[in-house]
């Protein structure tokens, strides 16, 4: 399977580029994590199966147009039951069945069974941005808003960017907690396989590993208003160092602000 993979990746589909991303792109992202690169494992084995199937009943169509026409059969079989081929076309489909449903429902578990996780994000939906949740670090928190066009730099993707990037690190297995603050939108980042609804008054969890430091990018995947296509994700996964250092900024960001929240109080 994964041959086949690699068959699609190189000759069918463009997924190449520094961040999974490239012009005229057919088929996913680049893989950035293990559950993904076994969704795209699924995905091109059960394409793979619907192509051979369509092209052999596209035969078998041909075949009997052609073989049964009224020149070439002018007296019509009355044959109704064939107990040989019902066998073989219940049996046939099923043991098809039976090769996409095994890697499918390990994918499932794969996906729903939160393994042992280094640390958890809270992620909370809004009408129209993201609001992230640290609380293994001091309950960080902090809003996410997309950059409107005027505000865009050289390089900066429309409609993709963002103010506040969600900073994760890599190769850690991280537990994120998804819930809306008002209607429903939905926390899906395609190149790590995961797609969550963020529900008002109830905690969704799904979890992933980031393969590699980068810039990931996402998008709201329910839509949840006006500004539903203006609440991008952007994920930056950091290597280990690096990630504490930013908390060790964040925190020290946070004390400073506090400071002087408390010092105008008391001015006032
Ligand atoms: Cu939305």
Same mark, same amino acid.
């Given at each position: 399977m994964r041959f086949i993979s690699f068959f699609i990746t190189t000759?069918?589909?463009?997924?190449?580029s520094a961040n999974g991303v490239s012009d005229w792109?057919?088929?996913?992202?680049?893989?950035?994590?293990d559950v993904m690169r076994n969704v795209y494992d699924l995905h091109n084995f059960v394409l793979i199966m619907m192509t051979a199937i369509t092209f052999f009943v596209l035969f078998l169509i041909f075949y009997v147009v052609f073989r049964f026409r009224k020149k070439a059969n002018p007296v019509a079989s009355k044959t109704t039951h064939n107990t040989f081929i019902e066998i073989l076309w219940t049996g046939i489909p099923v043991i098809i069945l039976i090769f996409m449903a095994i890697p499918s429902f390990k994918l499932v578990y794969q996906q729903d069974?939160? $393994? #042992?996780?280094d640390m958890t994000i809270k992620v909370i939906g809004h009408q129209w941005y993201w609001e992230y949740q640290y $609380? #293994?670090?001091?309950n960080l928190s902090f809003e996410s808003y997309m950059t409107p066009d005027d505000e865009l730099e050289e390089g900066d993707i429309r409609l993709l960017t963002v103010d506040n990037h969600l900073v994760l690190p890599a190769n850690k297995n991280i537990h994120v907690l998804v819930t809306g603050g008002d209607v429903l939108h939905s926390f899906a980042m395609p190149s790590l396989g995961v797609k969550k609804d963020a529900v008002p008054g109830r905690l969704n969890e799904t979890w992933f590993n980031i393969d590699e430091p980068g810039i990931y990018r996402g998008q709201?995947?329910?839509?949840?208003?006006?500004g539903h296509g203006y609440m991008p994700i952007v994920i930056e996964a950091l290597n280990e160092t690096d990630f504490n250092n930013w908390i060790i900024e964040q925190k020290n960001k946070l004390a400073m602000s506090n400071i002087i929240n408390n010092n105008e109080l008391i001015i006032e």
């Open positions: 000759f069918i589909t463009f997924a190449s792109q057919l088929g996913f992202q680049k893989p950035a994590s069974v939160i $393994p #042992e996780t $609380p #293994e670090h001091d709201c995947s329910e839509i949840c208003g006006t």
